[in-house]
């Protein structure tokens, strides 16, 4: 109860899970939940812990029941159901199911083939069979807002503005006079969190941009134009591209290429900040998903460094402090933040970029020719999904230069050329993803652009495999 006491919970909300309460080891609720006589709410899996817990019966699902449903009150009085119609669709998911409930439940609602669609007990112990926060729910919101707000007291005064103020006072307090280094990559996350940081402690923040040479045509000068000219940033550019190409030269296994990238990049970053002298605290742009994916250790005292999935892992052996202002956001959050901060909508929008680059869009060797044609075509993509208006509503648009040559004809001439694939995929986390169904008109601008003004290519395709089977990227 420690850590959660800390935090002066209001409510409980008991998550869904594809796990029954039958399997050996399937997680339940600790008792002090029930004990505290706080709001519980219960979703899919939730609820069938707390009928579990509290004396009720779950039958084993034989049968999966998934999709639509419509949900009747017949409660229509109580809190959770302020606002809403006397019927409306939910999404259902589950196996097991409530057969009877814990004693002092009464049902609240209940579906065709559910009796038991919404359960309480008059004291603030709510159990949904749906799930309210799918899509398909259109009601879910509002069940869900009741709950926090009505039967929770919470006020939702939470606002980006507050968040950014907050930040900026408690980094000030735990920096104190000290120093603290951040690894800028030019991508949203650790643009914002730079950005912040900068606002609370201005000069005692160096920011390491570490040019690997495998980023895309200008990412370098727009990246700088932002940060150092408009924030006036203290920002130190290695270009180390070099170095980099070196290092890969004969690799053509895709984990190789990452595992070769992610120790040099250490190995630049922990130069250059050693030049720097004495540094204190090291700034993250780590997300709510990447902590709850981690469980991390924490932001205090020494703490352990965590892999960053956009730099292949900063330097473990730095002792250094973490700074995540961002811990508790999600992508959408940091974007606004961003916004709010004053970074330019070109920055906040951009598209996720892996952090090996180019690299991994190389199908093969790399090798500065392969990176020049690989840049130009990923150009014309870029700047024709932009041009349709597109890239906001793409996860990811790329090009990808493969280690295929195939035989073409310009003019007179007979090529033997390079084959350029196209990616345009839409997502909502890239757990998933699906090809996008780009235009044909713009695929063809696309193609005729890439063949006509890439020297070495003459074939472009369009990858038109999701995710699962194919990942986003190719390598
Ligand atoms: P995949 O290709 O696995 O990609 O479907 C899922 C998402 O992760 C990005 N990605 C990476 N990002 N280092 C990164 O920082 C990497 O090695 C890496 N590999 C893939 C990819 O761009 C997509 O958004």
Known sequence: MGKIAQLNPRGF???????????????????????????????????????KQLGGQITPGTRHEYGHAILHLSEVDSPLFASLPSSTPVWMSHGDQVQEMPPDFTTLAYTETSPFAVMGNGKGIFGLQFHPEVVHTPEGKTILRNFVYQICGCQGNWTIGNFIDESISSIREQVGKGKAISALSGGVDSSVVATLIHRAIGDQLTCIFVDHGLLRREEVERTFNVFRLNLGMNIIHVDASERFLKRLQGITDPEMKRKAIGEEFIKVFEEEANKIGKVDFLAQGTLYPDVIESASSGSKASAKIKTHHNVGGLPAKMTL????????????????????????????????????GLAIRIIGEVTREKLEILRAADWIVMNEIKKAKLYRQLWQSFAILTDVKSVGVMGDFRTYGYLVSVRAVTSNDAMTADWARLPYDLLAQISNRIVNEVPGVNRVVYDITSKPPSTIEWE
Request: aromatic share 10%; proline share 13%; with cysteine.
């Open 13 to 51: 909300i008991l998550s869904g899970g594809p796990t029954s309460v039958y399997e050996p080891g399937a997680p339940l609720a600790p008792t002090y939940i029930y004990e505290s006589h706080l709001p519980v709410l219960g979703i899919c899996y939730g609820m069938q812990v707390l009928t």
């Open 321 to 356: 402090n973490l700074l995540e202002p961002l811990r508790y956001l999600f992508k959408d959050e940091v974007r606004q933040v961003g916004l709010e901060l004053g970074l330019p909508e070109e920055m906040v929008w951009r598209q996720p970029f892996p952090g090996p």
